[in-house]
């Protein structure tokens, strides 16, 4: 079985480039570009080095003494939110901004929902010089105010997303009707591991920087590259599928996708798309997507802000659907109770995002000699609000 993408950009059945044909010839370009711009040496001496010298990386394997005593397995945290930005997101956008500056673009688009891949995109650009327009729901301004203000002092401009229900889906669809509108000198960062082809597979490469660390980190402390489990939350699954990837097709190696379910499965008020999700078209690609009888995309539901997306990557869909990796719901609840867990237990305070997958050593017991690593996926500060609401602190 194969998990990676196949010539034509499908992971099994899912996958694919369905976009407006305007969109046609920016897609290809990137298309035709993709794996070659990566391949080249001087590409990769930028990426390694902004990666070492700007996000901090290696980010360490941490081994969690005391959460491992109390689930009684060996818990092992891959600590992304250590990186400058505090997650992931800076691995994906640095790579796609060194990309579109080698297809000649001098202009940035993102859309972003939380606010969390705006600001990892105005940094890039900050970095880089280079415009950054992040389309955003009017809705989503309002409630996401500190970002906001980061992606104003980075120097982005912010355009609010006035249709529809004035959340991501809408923004993405402006980001969508600019890129049409300015083919040329603008390139668009998508910020999870979907959209049309190459989207899925580039991010997930930029993204395999987490697994091809573990790999050398587990060697170094426990003399083994593969660990019996790796662990990642799903929002669209970047971090899960940079966690997975040197993993893949090591049959050995379990992997566990952990999805929010909100209020429960059930509640009406869940973003567990694997359950709830059908066959359906998102943002330019074919995957599993929350939807009503008639194809209208449901709402989804989750605390955490970077989970509260009503689909999952392709690559992701095909996981689930070989059952090659095993998927996991967790609420609310659970979560924010992980995540406190944490931070008494070991003195990390986790993004909501990252407890959903901390939660699962309640739900799921593992031998004590198994080797579990959970990709901790960014920090808590941003949550901080959340948190002190949820438990009245
Ligand atoms: C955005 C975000 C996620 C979810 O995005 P993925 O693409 O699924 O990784 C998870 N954790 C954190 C900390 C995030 O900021």
């Not at 970095?127 to 389309?135: D, N, R, T």
């Not at 899960?240 to 990837?245: I, P, V």
Request: charged letters at 20%.
């Amino acid at each position: 079985m194969n998990y990676n993408v196949n010539e034509k950009g499908y992971y099994g059945e899912f996958g694919g480039a369905y976009i407006p044909e305007m969109l046609y010839p920016n897609v290809e370009e990137l298309r035709q570009n993709y794996l070659k711009v990566m391949a080249e040496p001087d590409f990769k001496k930028e990426f390694d080095q902004l990666l070492k010298d700007y996000v901090g990386r290696p980010s360490p394997l941490y081994f969690a003494k005391r959460l491992s005593e109390k689930y009684n397995t060996k818990i092992y945290l891959k600590r992304e939110d250590l990186n400058h930005t505090g997650a992931h997101k800076i691995n994906n956008t640095i790579g796609q901004i060194l990309m579109a500056k080698r297809l000649g673009k001098h202009r940035i688009i993102a859309e972003t929902g939380a606010g969390q891949h705006g600001v990892a995109t105005a940094t890039v650009c900050a970095l880089m010089g280079l415009e950054c327009i992040v389309y955003m729901g009017e809705i989503d301004i309002a409630r996401q105010a500190p970002n906001v203000a980061r992606m104003k002092m980075l120097g982005a401009k912010v355009m609010p997303a006035l249709s529809g229900s004035r959340t991501l889906k809408d923004a993405t669809n402006e980001a969508i009707r600019d890129w049409i509108n300015n083919p040329v000198d603008t390139h668009y960062i998508i910020g999870s591991a979907i959209g049309p082809h190459p989207y899925p597979d580039m991010v997930t490469r930029f993204q395999s920087i987490i697994s091809e660390e573990i790999k050398w980190q587990l060697k170094e402390q426990t003399g083994h590259e593969n660990p019996n489990y790796v662990v990642a939350c799903i929002g669209g699954g970047s971090n899960a599928a940079g966690t997975y990837y040197h993993y893949l097709h090591e049959p050995e190696v379990g992997i566990i996708a952990v999805e929010a379910a909100g209020h429960g499965v059930d509640s009406g008020e869940s973003a567990a798309t694997s359950v709830l999700g059908k066959e359906g078209i998102i943002h330019g690609c074919k995957t599993l997507l929350m939807q009503t009888k008639d194809g209208q995309i449901t709402e989804p539901y989750s605390i955490s802000a970077g989970l509260d997306y009503p689909g999952v990557g392709p690559m992701h869909a095909h996981l689930c659907k070989t059952g090659r990796a095993e998927f996991m719901a967790i609420t609310d609840d659970d979560a924010m109770n992980a995540g406190l867990e944490l931070c008494k237990l070991e003195g990390i305070i986790p993004a909501i995002e990252s407890s959903h997958a901390l939660a699962i050593f309640k739900q799921r017991t593992f031998k004590s000699n198994d080797v579990v690593v959970v990709s901790l996926s960014g920090r808590g500060d941003k949550d901080l609000e959340n948190y002190i609401n949820y438990f009245k602190i």
